[in-house]
Structures are given as structure tokens and as C-alpha cells.
């Protein structure tokens, strides 16, 4: 059965086979292409540089009219990441754009792990730790890297 | 002085001297839609090719495109499958690509 999501997301997956943004990866998972694997390698010159982050995305049947559910699978210490590895982020939800695909997304992602935006906080202790006590959060960050090597 | 300058004049009335000669020449176009994007950037097929919604339900006619997938152009000058689009304003009545509040310039086939 072929839906116009699945449709849109065999074309998002072509996308990022041909023309891969740096630091991330993604692939539908082997039986549903509703449900993806994604990696995001934390960028550099930030504490979360040299972690592999691992995420799951899942469609609905109204991609790209709404848009995914992103979490991160891996443990994450960060201010808009919540202790589920719920994501709080604008573009996924009520700035999301039907234009955006897969590699959108996850570049938006990996960008908001450069940039946090402590005002959002959905870790009100990462939160906190970013704005008053940096060589903390970036410990704390750096535990989260480690952890990231084992699973 | 008078008789050089008549002679050089004649000399070149009879042996013209050639600046270039043409062998060959070839003929480079430039078209494009007057539009800003050629692809829908909402399901990210062709403008001029069907949706991929109507692909999916295989609504064509002989030409391979469903009747009523039109190109839809917005104020903005972004274009969309009507199709596309319209499902999108039910939600947010803004361009996907440029915020701005949507409204429809005109459809074309
Ligand atoms: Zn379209
Ligand atoms: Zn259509
Ligand atoms: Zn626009």
C-alpha cells in the first residue's frame, strides 16, 4: 500500500542518500517506513562533540501536513530535551512547515544542540546549569557523550 | 602624400581585411517557469507533473495527470500543487516556504 506519506518519505529517504547533510543519518526502520533510526554526531566545538545520539522518528499518515514525533533514544542532558527524549523544538511544532523533510529536521536538531535555548526549558536543571554554572552542564553533557559510546 | 593615401584607400576597397570569420556558431537558451521553484516544496514532485497524492489514488486522464491537480500560485509568487496547498491552508492559512499569510495569484494547468 502506497500513501502519499509514504510516498513523500521514500523521496525524503532518496534525499538524504544523495545528498547527506553532515553529522546526521537516517533510515526507515526495515518493516515500516513510518518509523526511522536516526543518528545525530554532536557537533564540534560544543560539549557534545564525539557523542553518537541516536533517535526514532514517527510518521502519521498526515506527513508532511503535520509533523513527526522525534525522540532521542540515547540519554541526553540537555535544556529542550525532556527526561523521556521528547524534544522541545519550535519547527516540530507549531512552526513546522510541510516543506521540511527528514534532513531538515534533523539538522534543525543537531543545531539546537549548538544553540539551546534555555527560555524553553523543558530540563529546568539543564536549563539552570546552562545560564548560571557552564563548566557543570558541560560535565554533565560530557557523561551523556560517554553513555552514548555504550548503547 | 595624396597618392599613398589614394593608393592605401584603393588597397583597401579591393582587399578588405578580415577581423574574424565565423565557422561556427551555437545557439544557447535559457528557459524557466515564471515562478520561483519548479518542484512543489510541499510533496517535492514537479509542479507540472501530478501530485503525489493524486499518483497515489492514480486520478489521471490520458496525459497522465489527474484533471483537477493545477499549479497554484501564491501573492508571494511560491507555487504548489493546488492540491498540496489547500490541504495545508486548512491547518495554517501561511506559505509553507515564506510565513507570509497565503493567498491564491492564480491556477494554471
Ligand atoms: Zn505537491
Ligand atoms: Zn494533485
Ligand atoms: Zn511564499
Known amino acids: ?151 | 602624400m595624396d597618392e599613398e593615401d589614394k593608393i592605401s584607400d584603393s588597397e583597401n576597397q579591393t582587399k578588405p581585411e578580415k577581423m574574424f570569420t565565423l565557422k561556427r556558431w551555437n545557439s544557447v537558451a535559457m528557459w524557466s517557469w515564471d515562478c520561483s521553484t519548479d518542484t512543489c516544496a510541499i510533496c517535492r514532485v514537479q509542479v507540472m507533473d501530478a501530485c503525489l497524492r493524486c499518483q497515489a489514488e492514480s486520478k489521471k486522464d490520458a496525459t497522465n495527470k489527474d484533471v483537477t491537480c493545477v499549479v497554484c500560485w501564491g501573492e508571494c509568487n511560491h507555487s504548489f500543487h493546488h492540491c498540496c496547498i489547500s490541504l495545508w491552508v486548512k491547518q495554517s492559512n501561511r506559505c509553507p516556504l515564506c510565513q507570509q499569510e497565503w493567498s491564491i495569484q492564480r491556477l494554471s494547468s
Open chain 1, 1 to 151: 500500500m502506497s500513501t502519499p506519506a509514504r510516498r513523500r518519505l521514500m523521496r525524503d529517504f532518496k534525499r538524504l542518500q544523495e545528498d547527506p547533510p553532515t553529522g546526521v543519518s537516517g533510515a526507515p526502520t526495515d518493516n515500516n517506513i513510518m518509523i526511522w533510526n536516526a543518528v545525530i554526531f554532536g557537533p564540534h566545538d560544543t560539549p557534545f562533540e564525539d557523542g553518537t545520539f541516536k533517535l526514532t522518528i514517527e510518521f502519521t499518515e498526515e506527513y508532511p501536513n503535520k509533523p513527526p514525533t522525534v525522540r532521542f533514544v540515547s540519554k541526553m542532558f540537555h535544556p529542550n530535551v525532556y527526561a523521556d527524549g521528547g524534544i522541545c523544538l519550535d519547527i516540530l511544532q507549531n512552526r513546522w512547515s510541510p516543506t521540511y523533510d527528514v534532513s531538515a529536521i534533523l539538522t534543525s536538531i543537531q543545531s539546537l544542540l549548538s544553540d539551546p535555548n534555555p527560555n524553553s526549558p523543558a530540563n529546568a536543571m539543564a536549563a539552570q546549569l546552562y545560564k548560571e554554572n557552564r563548566r557543570e552542564y558541560e560535565k554533565r553533557v560530557k557523561a551523556c557523550v560517554e553513555q552514548s559510546f555504550i548503547d
